[in-house]
């Protein structure tokens, strides 16, 4: 009898477990100027995400929003149109709940909600300036411990606009990038110390979370980064590219569910060349829900 309850209980856990697929992307103005609204709604509907986290969706309200995530299956939708800052999106195949705009004190609020058990923190953090990512990251980072320590699922994902210490050796080499960027007084506000700066991913690293696609994809080259693409004027091919490449979008998780992630992509080429500067990450869990 004892054993017939424990597979029981096992058959009723692999049944409610599911597949959860989920992409971020930075859309660029609201893809690509509004110039690749079309072709961005085809690859969102080819990839048939669960959720999906917009950033820089400029050119949209909710109402045309929503419109846009019905073409690729989404029934449920929320559009933040914050300010400052552009405007952040989330769509789902399921109900949305508990919605919070998260903006006070801060230059560019964050998107909280929740949607099939899980907690979404969406975000697109300052460019340009390391002060007011330091302060945001302060700011949300309150958020993100009250519901850890609750023991509730957690996914932060968008555009951090900041650099991850996990990928210091690929940084290392990137002598070109860093004297642009020593050079360029605009963007001299993004270094530390003259150096490239990685402490705002470590303070989210050191909340606990995990990235997910640095620990699914690790060693393989679609890790190498997710901006910039080809899209822009000063990176005509790709051996230009391979020195700017690096990571500022990401999709962090809690341990336990990052450890349920079973895929991972960054992927590149073909017409993500001509929506955004950022490719989509995609990562997806097989979660207990």
């Not at 424990?6 to 049944?15: C, D, E, N």
């Not at 914050?82 to 789902?92: E, I, T």
């Not at 650099?163 to 007084?185: F, G, K, T, V």
């Not at 110390?193 to 679609?222: E, R, W």
């Amino acid at each position: 009898m004892k054993r017939y309850l424990v597979s029981l209980i096992f058959l009723m856990s692999v049944a409610s477990a599911q597949n959860i697929k989920i992409i971020s992307y930075n859309v660029l103005y609201g893809f690509n100027h509004g110039k690749s609204i079309d072709l961005g709604k085809q690859c969102l509907k080819e990839q048939q995400a669960d959720m999906i986290a917009l950033q820089e969706m400029k050119g949209f309200d909710q109402e045309k929003f929503a419109i846009l995530a019905k073409s690729w299956g989404h029934e449920h939708s929320y559009f933040y149109k914050r300010q400052p800052g552009m405007p952040l999106a989330f769509s789902s195949r399921y109900p949305i709940s508990e919605v919070k705009e998260l903006g006070e004190g801060v230059k560019r609020g964050f998107l909280m909600l929740k949607c099939k058990g899980i907690h979404f923190i969406v975000g697109h953090m300052t460019s340009q300036k390391l002060k007011s990512r330091q302060q945001e990251t302060q700011y949300i980072s309150t958020y993100i411990k009250t519901l850890m320590e609750a023991g509730e699922k957690v996914v932060i994902l968008g555009d951090f606009n900041a650099l991850s210490p996990l990928d210091n050796e690929r940084l290392a080499s990137m002598h070109e990038l860093i004297n642009e960027m020593r050079n360029n007084p605009k963007k001299k506000a993004n270094l530390n110390k003259n150096n490239f700066d990685t402490s705002i991913m470590q303070s989210y690293y050191d909340l606990g979370l995990s990235d997910v696609c640095h620990q699914v994809l690790k060693g393989k080259a679609s890790l190498k980064g997710s901006f910039p693409s080809t899209i822009l004027e000063k990176i005509p091919s790709v051996e230009v590219q391979e020195q700017h490449l690096r990571r500022i979008d990401f999709i962090l998780a809690d341990p336990a569910t990052a450890k349920q992630a079973i895929q991972a992509d960054i992927p590149k080429g073909g017409a993500l060349e001509q929506i955004s500067d950022h490719y989509p990450l995609i990562v997806e869990f097989y979660l207990n829900l």
